[in-house]
């Protein structure tokens, strides 16, 4: 319907499913419960994953037929990604990727991007930059022609845009979206990097500390039971 509404107007639609979810607290995992992926009955947590994978599939593909009946399709742009990797507690599969959700390894932090826009990006074309989450907001505001607002932070994220188009004009891409990334899965409270770094041990099993750090090729990973620097050219999985 909102779709339809506007498809005579440029509309932004920022669409959030809480599927795949493994539940807060108490609650049970958030299986549908009504529809062809409705489960009858107790079931496994693999049972469960596949039936929310296969909900949240439906209801994106009725995104993509709303987009397709109202003529929009080859004048939109479509982003489709994850927060984070797989839980274990909802049996998801990260593999070849170590880790999972909330860990700095790659099955936490990896994950698929799928961006579509027909006549615009051609199908099947892979783009190898890492992109955050945090990249959509100067991404979408520079399409849209709108300004970052101002703040004295400053953005963390990158409009990824111009290195897409590249893609398209050549096999490979040129430069680095990011020069550096930075992942911390820090459990401890209250926890300053400015000045509690200073007394940390690398690799020290009394810490709570998760990192990641990406620079290029290599990785540097630290937890409480070991710190390991791996080049994804060799090993992905890290």
């Known amino acids: 319907a909102f779709i339809e509404r506007n498809k005579d107007n440029p509309f932004f639609a920022y669409v959030c499913f809480t599927a795949v979810h493994s539940g807060n607290g108490d609650e049970k995992m958030q299986t549908p419960r009504t529809g062809k992926y409705a489960l009858d009955g107790p079931a496994s947590k693999r049972d469960s994953l596949i039936s929310m994978l296969g909900s949240l599939d439906e209801n994106v593909g009725k ?132 000045t509690d770094i200073e007394s940390f041990t690398w690799g020290n099993t009394n810490s709570d500390i998760d990192i990641g750090i990406r620079m290029g090729q290599w990785k540097l990973r630290v937890d409480r039971k070991s710190t390991r620097l791996n080049s994804s050219h060799a090993n992905i999985s890290y």
């Open 63 to 194: 995104i993509i037929n709303a987009l397709d009946n109202n003529g929009l399709t080859e004048n939109t742009l479509v982003i489709f990604m994850s927060d984070n990797g797989g839980a274990t507690d909802t049996e998801a599969d990260n593999s070849p990727l170590e880790g999972k959700k909330h860990s700095a390894w790659e099955g936490g932090t990896r994950v698929p991007m799928i961006a579509s826009w027909p006549g615009v990006l051609k199908p099947e074309t892979k783009f190898s930059q890492m992109v955050m989450g945090f990249d959509l907001f100067p991404t979408f505001a520079g399409l849209a022609g709108a300004s970052m607002p101002s703040s004295s932070l400053g953005f963390d994220g990158v409009d990824f845009w111009p290195w897409l188009e590249k893609v398209n004009e050549a096999p490979t891409e040129t430069g680095a979206l990011h020069d550096i990334l930075f992942w911390d899965q820090n459990e401890k409270e209250n926890f300053d990097w400015s």
